[in-house]
């Protein structure tokens, strides 16, 4: 059984600040990860995937993943009120996705 | 067309109903899923569709049974459901097809807003 953990939280940052978001996995030959927003009430929401080593940036987001380690993070650069949501961060094998139990993030204006 | 839509947006059903959630997305994805989300849990993976054949079942109890009639289209028919059954119904859809490879957007799945569910 594929295990993905993250700190449930909650994660409280100040509005402007960088919030970052971990999650680790369980499988070593794990090769794609992906990192969902949800809001309460609401659906989740793809932000980023990430496949290869290292960094993948897109607007105020950057998705890091270190294989070596089994880790992968996000980061939220100049983090607004509306970035407050639960993170969830998910590995797929075959069609499968095994998802974290995600972090709340709190940010404070 | 860039989303999946699911309809009814809520559903309450007593424990003899028959009742059907549906989903529909026109992006050409070739996989489709069903998933059930507690409140405060993750999604907790019930069906996939690839191809629309049924590839993936985690082994949920026969009070749901998937349809998937067309490319496009994914119905979850319940059945005699618990009160316990109650929560967020979450379809998604991904490109699929195995030309992608495990690294690849291909996997990327997309989800719809959910059917909330509530079984009296």
């Known amino acids: 059984q594929k295990e993905v953990e993250q700190n449930s939280g909650p994660l409280s940052v100040p509005e402007g600040a960088i919030a970052s978001l971990n999650c680790t996995y369980s499988?070593?030959?794990?090769?794609?990860f992906f990192w969902y927003r949800q809001y309460s009430g609401k659906s989740p929401e793809l932000i980023m995937s990430?496949?290869?080593?290292g960094d993948k940036e897109d607007g105020r987001f950057t998705a890091q993943l270190n294989k070596a380690s089994q880790y992968v993070s996000l980061l939220i650069r100049d983090s607004q009120p509306s970035d407050s949501a639960t993170y969830l961060c998910a590995v797929i094998d075959f069609n499968k996705f095994y998802f974290g139990s995600g972090t709340k993030l709190n940010v404070k204006p | 067309d860039t989303e999946v839509t699911q309809t009814p947006k809520h559903l309450v059903m007593g424990m003899t109903n028959k009742k059907s959630l549906k989903c529909e997305q026109h992006?050409?994805?070739?996989?489709m899923y069903w998933y059930k989300q507690k409140a405060k849990k993750p999604p907790e993976l019930m069906f996939v569709?690839?191809?629309?054949?049924?590839?993936i079942n985690e082994s949920v109890p026969s009070r749901f049974s998937p349809e998937c009639p067309n490319s496009s289209l994914l119905n979850l028919h319940l059945h005699a459901l618990q009160p316990e059954d109650s929560a967020l119904y979450l379809c998604a859809s991904s490109p699929g097809g195995s030309s992608g490879g495990p690294r690849s957007s291909y996997n990327e799945q997309f989800f719809g807003p959910g059917t909330r569910l509530t079984v009296l």
């Open positions: 569709y690839s191809y629309e054949k049924l590839s």
């Open positions: 992006m050409g994805h070739r996989a």
């Open positions: 990430i496949y290869s080593n």
């Open positions: 499988d070593r030959g794990s090769q794609s």
